[in-house]
C-alpha cells in the first residue's frame, strides 16, 4: 500500500521557519518524485516544490524561491521541506505526493493527506 505522510505543520507568526516532513512507503522510493503542493482557503491547490528520484533536482515555484528548500533522504524514505521567512500568503493545507514524472505541472499519481500551516501577521 502507498502511503505518503505528511506532518510539520502549525501555527507560526511571519517572519518564521516550519519544517515539513513527508514519509513515503509502498514504491521505490529511487524511482519516484517527490512534489509539495498547497492549498489555500477559497484558492486552487498550487504547485511549490519538487525534487526528481534520480539526480535530486529542485524546482521550486516563484512565490517560495530563496524561502523555502526541499531536501531528501533516501535511507529513511522522507522529503522535507524547511520553510523559511514564512508570510500570512504561505497559509494553506500543505499536502505531499509522488508521481515518476517531475515537475510541478502535471497532476501527481500517489497523495498523502494534508497539513495545515498557519502564519499569522
Known amino acids: 500500500e502507498v502511503q505518503l505522510q505528511a506532518s510539520g505543520g502549525g501555527l507560526v507568526q511571519a517572519g518564521g521557519s516550519l519544517r515539513l516532513s513527508c514519509a513515503v512507503s509502498?514504491?521505490?522510493?529511487?524511482?519516484?518524485?517527490i512534489g509539495w503542493f498547497r492549498q489555500a482557503p477559497g484558492k486552487e491547490r498550487e504547485g511549490v516544490s519538487c525534487i526528481s528520484s534520480n539526480d535530486g533536482s529542485t524546482n521550486y515555484a516563484d512565490s517560495v524561491k530563496g524561502r523555502f528548500i526541499i531536501s531528501k533522504d533516501n535511507a529513511k524514505n522522507m522529503v522535507y521541506l524547511q520553510m523559511n521567512s514564512l508570510k500570512p500568503e504561505d497559509t494553506a493545507v500543505y499536502y505531499c505526493a509522488g508521481d515518476q514524472s517531475y515537475g510541478l505541472e502535471h497532476e501527481y499519481r500517489y497523495w498523502g493527506q494534508g497539513t495545515l500551516v498557519t502564519v499569522s501577521s
Open positions: 509502498g514504491f521505490t522510493f529511487d524511482d519516484y518524485s
